[in-house]
């Protein structure tokens, strides 16, 4: 009755699978098969996504051969080179992943820390809650920024050692 732990099975005669299986033949992200699914009706019927033909424990289910056949025009007229593309792109906000604005104030508050580490001799306990405390910023964002600065300073000791 079924194949590949229930995300292909037989009903009716025919071959239907899951969306876990359409991700693994396409290499699409969920949420890139779940855009094909509900925007379906945009696209020509040759590029339509098929509808589902039953749910099993909820878990919707589509022709195999209409979902091949949709994915054979996709690559042909659209081509593959953005999938997996989905989602958020660096440099919107996740530290190092990216520039931007976050990184630009990373690098600022790292070069205070640096300059705080130089002034001290090396790092004290509770600097980074005392510059969050004068700059301003979460004394998060400040540990961040001097565990980044500590890294350096590290790193500048070692060279000037040589």
């Known amino acids: 009755m079924s194949e590949d732990g229930a995300s292909r099975r037989v009903v009716d005669g025919r071959w239907v699978v899951s969306r876990a299986w359409v991700m693994e033949l396409t290499g699409a992200s969920a949420a890139t098969v779940n855009r094909w699914y509900a925007q379906r009706d945009r696209y020509p019927a040759e590029r339509r996504f098929p509808e589902s033909v ?24 659209v081509g593959t080179g953005r999938l997996q593309a989905a989602g958020r792109r660096p440099g919107d ?55 980044e600065a500590r890294a350096r300073y590290g790193e500048e000791q070692d060279r000037s050692r040589k």
């Open 54 to 77: 039953c749910a099993m424990n909820r878990t919707h289910y589509y022709d195999q051969e209409a979902v091949e056949a949709f994915w054979a025009a996709w690559r042909e007229d």
């Open 93 to 147: 906000g996740r530290g190092n992943q990216g520039g931007g604005p976050g990184r630009a104030q990373r690098e600022q508050a790292v070069a205070v820390v640096l300059a705080e580490l130089r002034a001290a001799g090396g790092y004290r306990r509770g600097m980074a809650a005392r510059l969050a405390r004068e700059h301003g910023g979460s004394e998060r964002s400040w540990q961040r920024a001097m565990a």
